[in-house]
């Protein structure tokens, strides 16, 4: 049976990320949206309450705590509450932590996984998004073929954070028609990096595009060795860790929407009291929480190790329509307002745009 009450452990890092949200991500979220950029303090106080680290065995220098995708639901609803760009930003490692964490070899696992236990935030990410109109996950055009002891790729990728300061790029690339992952060094020849992206939303979160040409790995950093990587399960993973924020988001703007529309007096009286906003702000309401619901569903599956392509996927579309729906109508609610920049319902409006094309951007 699914629990709906947290674990005591579970309840004490949700109301750490939550004040964390509220006192440090809340405070310069508008800034990071206007300037592009994110505060390097912000940053190393999120990687000081160890989100990332914190399942890394001993071994290898972590907290040794249990790897959960449930927990990181929770953990990534909250942060992206806080601001998108910057949940993006603090948990972007986790894209290549996890994959090597749960599929990596042990030779990989040495290797990588002690350079993201230290005091100072690591940048690492993944690169999955091609640019074009027909991409997909599960027939790439970035291809991976064998040459001696090596592998060589090729092709495009868009939509990579942090590209151009991460230590490693864990590259998804087509192998004999099956998607796989291909660990990129910095610097390795063949590997361009690309100018920032200019997104309409996520402002804050650096982005680029990336080219492989000829760019040559070893065969050992093959994700997984030669036994490679069940891609999917990682898919999965990243859609409910896309799902869960796109709740925070939508959370976010619905909140702020129901207090103005409270304190907003028309013609005597809160506008609150109007058929048309209160129903609005009712299915807003509804729609969150069966959204979340989904969502716990399908993590608390994949915990299990069942088979939940069903269950991430539903919810993934489910949640990129919902956080379109909500944030719009955070907008509409505020009228007028809603349209400029001295209200925030604008900034979910165009985050919550982006997550039908945020594939493989966040992993829990």
Known sequence: MISFSPTEEQQMIVNMVKQFATDEM??????????????????????????????????????????????????????????????????CPSLFVLPILEMGTEQQKKKYLPLFCGAKFT???????????????????????????????????????????????????????????????KGTPGLEIKEREKNMGIKALATYELALKDCRVPRENRLGGDKGCDFNRLLNCSRVALAAMAVGVAKASYEYARDYAKTRVAFGEPIASRQAIAFMLAETAI?????????????????????????????????????????????????????????????WFRNGRGFATFDGMAMV
């Open 26 to 91: 809340r405070k310069v979220y508008r800034e990071c949206d206007e300037n592009g950029e994110i505060p390097q303090k912000v940053i190393e106080t999120a990687w000081g309450l160890g989100l990332v680290s914190s399942c890394i065995p001993e071994s290898y220098g972590g907290a040794g705590g249990e790897r959960s995708v449930l927990t990181g639901v929770l953990i990534a609803e909250e942060l992206a509450w806080g601001d998108l760009s910057m949940a993006m930003h603090v948990l």
């Open 287 to 347: 729609e969150i929480d069966a959204t979340r619901l989904m969502v716990w569903e399908a993590a608390w599956m994949l915990d299990k190790k069942m088979e939940a392509t069903r269950e991430a996927s539903l919810v993934k579309f489910y949640a990129d329509d919902m956080v379109m729906t909500a944030t719009d109508r955070g907008v509409q609610i505020l009228g007028g307002h809603g349209y400029v920049r001295e209200h925030p319902v604008e900034l």
């Open 123 to 185: 940048a690492a990410t993944a690169a999955l998004v091609e640019p074009k109109f027909n991409f997909d996950p599960n027939a790439l055009s970035t291809t991976a073929s064998k040459n001696g002891d090596s592998y060589v790729l090729n092709g495009e990728k868009c939509f990579v954070p942090l590209a151009a300061e991460s230590e490693a790029i864990l590259v998804y690339a087509a192998e004999d028609g099956q998607t796989q992952g291909f660990i990129v060094d």
